[in-house]
């Protein structure tokens, strides 16, 4: 995945849908719903999105 920071879009993920954000080491860091994902506050690294539906996707947070 190409690095970001911000807020991104999830593919996949629908409004309705709940996704968690957890670091490498498996710790939660966020939950939210639907496709946009607010990565501000969260340090520079490699996480991973899931939705409720089975979505699974490497964020790339970029430092800025």
Do not use: C, K
Not at 4 to 10: E, I, L, P
Not at 32 to 57: I, K
């Amino acid at each position: 995945p190409n690095p970001a920071f911000g807020r991104v879009a999830a593919l996949g993920i629908q409004a309705h849908e709940t996704w968690t954000l957890h670091d490498l080491s498996g710790a939660q860091v966020m939950t939210g719903q639907g496709p946009s994902v607010d990565l501000r506050g969260l340090a520079p690294g490699t996480y991973v999105l899931r939705s409720e539906s089975g979505v699974t996707e490497n964020v790339v947070v970029a430092e800025r």
